[in-house]
Nanobody
Framework: QVQLVESGGGSVQSGGSLRLSCAASGYTYSSNCMAWFRQAPGKEREGVAAFSTGSGRPYYADSVKGGFTISRDNAKNTVYLQMNSLKPEDSAMYYC???????????????????WGQGTQVTVSS
């Protein structure tokens, strides 16, 4: 049974940092795409960043480039999202997701992901 468990969310002031973690279990596919999405109230779910385990290549939304960094610990089967210089518009529920093929050009299409975590809330105050 595939499980994705997020942690690390919280409340910070503008300019602060948080590191989200997503621990994955229940599967052994070596080539997959693990991604972070976020959804704020009244808005669509949007892709934030993704990591292709086959190529080792990261992908980022334009809105977070330079501020967020995605990484993966293969030994722990965990993906991280380091978020620096946070802004109030980064406030959202953040979700981890995985699909059984590489990220490619569609990494930000939430409909293509097979499994999702329960989400972790990030709130940035001004």
């Amino acid at each position: 049974q595939v499980q994705l468990v997020e942690s690390g969310g919280g409340s910070v002031q503008s300019g602060g940092s948080l590191r989200l973690s997503c621990a994955a279990s229940g599967y052994t596919y070596s080539s997959n795409c693990m991604a972070w999405f976020r959804q704020a109230p009244g808005k669509e779910r949007e892709g934030v960043a993704a990591f292709s385990t086959g190529s080792g290549r990261p992908y980022y939304a334009d809105s977070v480039k330079g501020g967020f960094t995605i990484s993966r610990d293969n030994a722990k089967n965990t993906v991280y999202l380091q978020m620096n210089s946070l802004k109030p518009e980064d406030s959202a529920m953040y979700y981890c997701a995985v699909r059984w093929y590489g990220c490619g050009g569609s990494w930000d299409k939430f409909i293509e992901y097979n499994y999702w975590g329960q989400g972790t809330q990030v709130t940035v105050s001004s």
